[in-house]
């Protein structure tokens, strides 16, 4: 099942109707953009994160799950995933992947189960 990878951990600290846009959202191994969209609905929540110049200024969306902690007052999110991992997820447009659950589904399974921190098998 990849429900779970649509919802924040308890221990991460969001709360909800925090708006999350811009916040720094920093992976294991540093930074890899900031916010641009989010959602906190109950099932459906999500961070669209726009990496800048790290993989040439596109946009990638994170289930919340991935989400370890968040520090309001320095406005950044930490993932629990490397860059890398980050990187190799199945790749995302806005205009066709927002709404699509088949996008989902997969990006849930990638993200949701097998390897290490719930990451996909290597």
Excluded: N
């Amino acid at each position: 099942m990849t429900e779970h990878v649509w919802s924040y951990r308890p221990t991460a600290g969001h709360l909800a109707g925090t708006d999350l846009t811009g916040y720094k959202v920093e992976a294991t191994d540093g930074s890899i953009g900031k916010v641009d969209k989010h959602s906190d609905e109950v099932g459906d929540a999500y961070l669209v994160v726009d990496t800048g110049v790290w993989i040439f200024g596109k946009e990638v969306l994170l289930p919340a799950d991935t989400v370890v902690r968040i520090d309001p007052e320095e406005r950044k999110l930490f993932v629990d995933r490397t860059k890398e991992q980050i990187k190799d997820a199945p790749e995302f447009h806005r205009d066709k992947h927002l709404g699509d659950p088949g996008y989902r589904s997969e990006l849930g399974t990638y993200y949701g189960i097998g390897g290490p921190f719930g990451g996909p098998l290597a």
